[in-house]
């Protein structure tokens, strides 16, 4: 099918893309790396009365520390992020989750804010900024305000970002000393969506325990899902065979995942199950190895 009919435009800098954006209404669209935007506009999910192309904006495309924290800009690509030198220790996971998105020309055209503002359950970078605690930048003519990630999403496909915001930037806090992160998920088939997917990070105590543990989940409900019950079980205990798989079945048994065409119910959790006790096991066999 073919898109309905728009007026597009292609601004130069973030306040002209703001100030078009807030002249044309509430049906007027961002058009960043378009992964997600344009299969809307094809199949005419999507109407825009106007669309704002910021993929080429100065300054929204860096990986950059912050205040002993990392400060990703809306406009990074996957790819950028799959190969990017900096996401290592606390930041590996968004590493490890970009590479999972899609196919390669995918990964190269779209952005860390496009998926977040797209907000798939099924998406793997939500469930990393969810258990990493990020916090999300947007901003408007009418100023700046931050969000953090357990705020954002609020159902599929749904966040609190107003229709003249644009999200620019992602920030993650400084982690606690130690503290690694690592991602898994269960495809059907190479590039397809999850059908789970699993976020986790654990810093070392000072007697060795775990501690700061999260641990998130993506493709099991409307929105990515903190399993709270197992970071509990895990916290201040030491990470061993036995308390990774009672974490893992905590993590599983706390979901309600719906049943689709793809997976029931029961067939969810215990991906849950394998890809939480996938994910605390690497963990543990590093910090095995000091």
Known sequence: ????????????????????????????????????????????LARPTHLVDIGRLPGLDRIEPAGGGLTIGGLVRHADLERSAALTGPWRAIREAAAQIGHLPIRVRGTFGGS???ADPAAELPV?????????????????RTVPAADLFTGPF???????????????????????????????????FALASAAAAVAPGDD??????????????????????????????????????????LAADGIEPGEDAFARPA?????????????LTRLMNEGDRG
């Open 267 to 279: 067939f969810r959790r215990d991906l849950v199950a394998a890809l939480v006790g996938r994910a």
């Open 208 to 249: 060795g325990s775990a501690r700061h543990v999260r641990i998130a989940l993506g493709s099991v409900g409307p929105v990515p899902v903190r399993a709270h019950d197992a970071e509990a079980s895990l916290e201040g205990a030491a990470l061993t065979p036995d308390t990774v798989a009672a974490a893992a079945r």
């Open 158 to 192: 749904m966040t609190v970002i107003e229709p003249p915001e644009a999200l620019v930037e992602i920030g993650f806090p400084a982690p606690p000393p130690g503290l690694r992160s690592v991602f898994e998920e269960f495809t059907a088939r190479s590039g397809d």
């Open 1 to 44: 099918m073919k898109p309905p009919p728009f007026a597009y435009a292609r601004a130069a800098t973030l306040d002209e893309a703001l100030a078009l954006v807030a002249e044309a209404g509430d049906e007027a669209k961002f058009l960043a790396g378009g992964q997600s935007l344009l299969p809307l506009l094809a199949y005419r």
């Open 128 to 144: 990393v900024a969810t258990a990493l605690d990020a916090v999300f930048v947007l901003r408007s003519v009418t100023g700046t």
């Open 116 to 118: 977040i503002a797209h």
